[in-house]
């Protein structure tokens, strides 16, 4: 299934808590490459011992890391997750086994919160906002734009990100769908996060990571409105 194999990317900033559930979780025979983003709290020297790849990213912001953690990888297939034990990277066996059957060229995990405090109202509301915005500007009808999510390396370096802030997931789902891209969204639990959210764990964060993303959709579509989803 998994071809010339599979690398998880997993931006870090201050883990240190949550490292050892997510990583015990990586599937077998997988790689975790985890990218300290400026952590002080061991996170780098926890992830090393656990068997994870480090690679460090200096440039503060979410889609710097995510990069970077891109850049390192060698396999075919590659998957992102966060690093805080809100979702299970061992779901991810699913999204690449849709992308190696050719069902999928990118696959995105959306977040169903299992308890109350999962998923706090602002994060939720500037989440809704966002696909809207999406929606209008490449016609896909995703529901989230969550963190988990699988595609080919290739295809993915092929669309030459640049966004290195909160608008990183986003881009890549734009240039996407602006490729002609068949973007899949499939169910998944979501967990409450181990620790403060570096982005959206107040209003203020949201909204900045809201600005940051406008000026994404903001940027001229390569294609008319392209891409599907299932």
Not at 41 to 52: K, V
Not at 75 to 91: K, N, R
Not at 94 to 115: N, W
Not at 127 to 147: C, E, I, W
């Amino acid at each position: 299934m998994t071809g010339g194999g599979v690398d998880v990317v997993l931006p870090c900033l201050n883990e240190a808590e949550a490292l050892p559930w997510v990583l015990e979780r990586i599937p077998d025979g997988w790689r975790a490459i985890v990218v300290d983003n400026g952590s002080t709290d061991d996170s780098d020297r926890i992830a090393r011992g656990l068997g994870a790849k480090v690679v460090y990213e200096g440039r503060r912001g979410f889609g710097a890391a995510c990069h970077a953690g891109l850049l390192a990888a060698e396999t075919e297939y590659v998957c992102f997750c966060d690093c805080d034990a809100s979702l299970d990277p061992g779901l991810l066996t699913g999204f690449v086994r849709q992308v190696a059957d050719g069902e999928s060229d990118l696959v995105l995990g959306r977040r169903r919160p299992q308890t109350r405090g999962a998923w706090p109202p602002h994060a939720r509301a500037g989440n809704l906002a966002l696909s809207r915005m999406l929606r209008r500007r490449t016609g896909l009808r995703l529901r989230d734009l969550g963190p988990l999510r699988a595609a080919r390396r290739e295809d993915l370096l092929a669309l030459a990100l640049t966004d290195r802030r909160s608008g990183y997931p986003l881009q890549m789902v734009v240039r996407a769908a602006d490729a002609g891209w068949r973007v899949t969204e499939v169910d998944v639990p979501y967990l409450p996060r181990s620790g403060k959210s570096k982005v959206t764990g107040t209003w203020r964060g949201t909204w900045q990571a809201v600005r940051d993303m406008r000026a994404v959709l903001a940027e001229p579509s390569a294609r008319g409105v392209g891409g599907g989803v299932r």
